[in-house]
């Protein structure tokens, strides 16, 4: 079946505006996560939805990022008044059940903020 | 506080050269441990987790609770295996968020 999907694949921004982030998980994945990946840093974790659950914002940066999930598939990350510093790649996956297991992971949205 | 770290950003070998990628975690308990790479220009994919104990292209990683330490090793190296490898923990219990290491950049030259 299809894998996680994300859109868009590249996304260049001025300093200052906002951003959508989207990702579509593979079918009937309850648990979904979001990452940002930087060179150098690997992988931070930012949130963690579980089926229909309060999300787990713990990673979070700031108060500029924020996401949701509807439906518990889809989700959207958005982050506010971006900044130089949030350029990285960002990262979906998603897990059949309560984050166990593998992680099958999303092909990423490159985000340049200039 | 659940820790993942991988010594070497960078990791040299030519073709034919055994190699190993190390990771070190810090957890009381009894983590689920799994290697992903990243290809260039390809998505983060699993390449193997410590309970199945199999090969996958020719890699290994033994899990040492001793030395709380998930190393991956394959005998000879491949042009192919150039890549980015991450290690990764998944807490048994309670948190569902994993843990990832920094990543090892691995370049296997002609």
């Known amino acids: 079946g299809a894998g996680v999907s994300q859109s868009p694949s590249n996304k260049v921004t001025e300093k200052g505006k906002d951003v959508e982030l989207r990702c579509d998980p593979i079918?009937?994945?309850?648990?979904l996560y979001w990452y940002r990946q930087s060179l150098g840093q690997g992988l931070e974790f930012l949130i963690y939805f579980q089926g229909n659950s309060a999300p787990d914002k713990s990673g979070l940066p700031s108060d500029r990022f924020s996401a949701e999930r509807t439906g518990g598939s889809v989700s959207t990350l958005t982050i506010q008044r971006t900044q130089q510093e949030d350029s990285a790649v960002y990262l979906c996956a998603s897990t059949r059940d309560r984050g166990r297991g593998e992680q099958y992971f999303g092909p990423g949205t490159r985000l340049t903020v200039t | 506080a659940q820790r993942v770290t991988q010594p070497e950003k960078l990791l040299s070998v030519f073709k034919g050269a055994p190699v190993e990628l190390k990771c070190n975690y810090s957890y009381s308990g009894s983590p689920e441990l799994f290697w992903y790479v990243q290809y260039s220009r390809q998505r983060l994919q699993l390449l193997l987790r410590h309970i199945s104990r199999e090969s996958i292209k020719g890699f290994t990683a033994d899990l040492n609770k001793g030395e709380t330490s998930f190393h991956l090793k394959k005998p000879f190296a491949q042009e192919e295996d150039s890549a980015m490898y991450y290690c990764a923990l998944n807490p048994p219990g309670g948190s569902y968020i994993p843990t990832f290491g920094r990543g090892t950049s691995l370049i296997v030259h002609p």
């Open positions: 079918s009937g994945h309850t648990a």
